[in-house]
Each structure stands twice: as C-alpha cells, then as structure tokens.
C-alpha cells in the first residue's frame, strides 16, 4: 500500500517536517522520513528551538565550548541553529539537486525582535545568508508591514525568504506583492530571477481563536475556509500578466505554505489540516506527530479546487456569527509575533542557564 505522504507527493504537494533537534538527526530519524515518508524539507522556528535545547542536554557540551570561546547567549544560539540546519541542509541537498531547487530546503528565522524593523531585519538576513553558506537555507522572516518592506530589499540583494506568520488572503498577497516587488527591480537591473521564495500561512490558530465565540457547528472550520480563498487568490495571481511576465524572464513561483496544521481541538479528526488541504503546488509544514498520525491513518481525498470551493461562503456565516476575520488576522498575526518573542526570552534564558552551569563546572 502506497503511504499517504507519497500520496500528497505525487499529488503535487510536498511535506516539509515542522521541527528539529539534534536527536531527531544523529538518531537518524530525518534520515528515515526523507527516505519513507516523503519529507523534502524542513522548517525552525524560536518556539522548536527553545523546546530542542531547552529539554534536552544534547546542546550542553557544545554550549559550553561556544561559552568558553566568549560568543553571547544569542551568538551561541545560532551557532547551534546552523550547525543542526547545516546538518540538516545536507541531507535534503541530494533532493535539492534533483529537483532543480524545488525541493530540499531548511529555514532558519531572524530574531522575533525585529519584526518591527525594517532596517535590522535587511542586516540579519544578510547576516545570517552569509553565514550559513546554504544554497538550500530560507531565511524566515515576518510577514508584518516592516517585515514586508525588509523582504523586498532581501529578494533583490538575492536572498531566498520564507515569508512567515500570514494569517489570511490580504495577508498572502502583500508578501507576494512584496516577492514580485523585489523580482521586477532585479529584472531592471538585468539580474538574475531564480531567487526563491516561499509564503507560509498559519491556518489552525484561526479556530482556537474563534471556539469560544461561536457555537460548536462552526468549529474547526474557519483555518480552512481561509486557507481555500488564499488558496484561490494565489492560483490566480499565478495566471496574472504580472506574474506571467516574471516567469517568462525566469522567475519561479512564490509557493504557498500551510504552516500550524497540527490539530488542536482534542475532539477534531488529528488529521484535519493535512487532509483538508491537500493542494498542488503546496507545501505543509506537518509538525512530526501530526505527521506520524498520518502515516497511520490519514486519507488523501481530492485536491483543493483552485476557484477557492465553498470558501467564502464559509466565511460569510462567520461573519454573520459576529467574527471580523480581518481584525482577527491582524490580531493572529500580533500574537504569533509576541509568542515567537516570548520562545526567544525563554530560549535564550535557557541558554544563560547552561552557560552558568558549564560556568560553574570549570570553576570546580
């Protein structure tokens, strides 16, 4: 029997695995999805790192070596970062290759505290791309306003982003706008166009914001219904003269990601968001036990219609239920950007600690 994730591959989607942490790579476990369970990437975010080192000790000798050497708690972090992503990197370069650089990716975020500078964020995106040296490596960055104008100026110097913490249709196309705005003024300076990109929109937070305020028929269905009409809005910004043009000069597509596609309603199939969104030309970032959850038992139904289905019908009865979607975008985009900025405190907190301690051994 043909598993479920090779099923979504060969349906035109790709599974990129939502998570990382160096026993999942020296266990050989990303190894093992890459090769069984169709996985052709992978994402990090501040919240999976401070969850990585925070609870494991498989950081500390490292950290105590980077400590010694005088780097600061958050020059230590990306230490760490890039030496798991690198790890990471290298496993997924074989797909990378072969698919002409569609697949095989990693991403690594800039500091949620700049998601209000514009300035910063060129700086540390820059930064961070020349560090790593990773032909596969996104650079993750916000899809705030200021994030928005930082993203354009990373897509012309060259730089390959993940657009990350869109909450909804107005929210995608402002950071395609922002990826076609870079591209356009590479092309006039007779650069080269394959500079790619990726847009992530966060899809189950919609329906824990709105359990409270709406009666049970309604739960569980929001996150889709936008996901459907971003869904139609980028198949038909694809079929646009503007991007046509782009894409005659060289220019590859913006992909649409479904990142926080893990349930979070107990009462909900686990499988919801995978199975929902199945959609060619996609990529879910599947966190590792909604992936596990769908080797064992998820269906791959129809793909996505690309005329965006039922979706704004959906979301006319929530509106008519008392729910701004609009407002409560904007407020999905402030919290993700909070609870990122809150990981990053506890991560570098934890960080400090294990610099004490490796302190406090030495002086044993």
């Not at 971003?230 to 992909?255: E, I």
């Not at 893990?262 to 909604?290: H, M, Q, R, S, W």
């Not at 900025?341 to 610099?355: F, I, N, T, Y």
């Amino acid at each position: 029997m043909i598993p479920a994730t090779r099923q979504l591959h060969d349906l035109g989607q790709r599974l990129w695995l939502d998570n990382i942490s160096r026993p999942l790579l020296s266990s050989g476990t990303l190894t093992r999805y890459i090769a069984e369970l169709s996985i052709t990437g992978l994402t990090s975010n501040p919240t999976i790192f401070e969850q990585a080192i925070g609870q494991s000790e498989a950081y500390d000798d490292a950290i105590q070596v980077l400590y010694a050497a005088g780097l600061s708690p958050e020059d230590i972090f990306f230490e760490l970062a890039l030496e798991d992503l690198t790890q990471a990197a290298e496993l997924l370069r074989p797909l990378f290759d072969a698919s002409g650089g569609k697949d095989g990716w990693v991403s690594l975020e800039v500091s949620p505290l700049l998601a209000d500078n514009t300035a910063a964020t060129i700086r540390a995106a820059a930064q961070l791309h020349e560090r790593a040296e990773l032909a596969n490596l996104f650079i993750k960055i916000p899809g705030t306003p200021e994030g928005l104008r930082a993203i354009e100026e990373v897509i012309v110097d060259g730089i390959p982003v993940n657009v990350t913490l869109l909450f909804s249709r107005a929210h995608y196309l402002a950071a395609a706008h922002a990826y076609m705005n870079g591209l356009e003024r590479r092309l006039a300076a007779a650069l080269d166009l394959a500079v790619d990109s990726v847009a992530s929109l966060f899809v189950s937070r919609w329906d824990v914001a709105v359990k409270q305020e709406v009666a049970s028929p309604f739960h569980n269905r929001l996150g889709i219904a936008v996901a459907m009409s971003t869904y139609k809005a980028h198949c038909d910004l694809l079929a646009s003269d503007r991007w046509q043009r782009l894409a005659n000069a060289g220019a590859r597509p913006q992909r649409l990601v479904w990142a926080s596609t893990g349930t979070k309603d107990p009462a909900a199939p686990d499988t919801l968001y995978v199975e929902a969104l199945a959609a060619v030309g996609t990529i879910n970032t599947i966190p590792e036990k909604t992936l596990l959850a769908f080797v064992d038992h998820g269906k791959v139904g129809r793909a996505l219609p690309v005329d965006g289905g039922y979706a704004e019908a959906v979301l006319e009865e929530f509106r008519r239920e008392g729910v701004n979607d609009e407002a409560l975008a904007e407020r999905l985009q402030r919290d993700g950007v909070d609870g990122f900025v809150k990981s990053w405190h506890v991560l570098l907190g934890q960080v400090r600690e294990k610099c004490l301690a490796a302190a406090s051994r030495q002086s044993v």
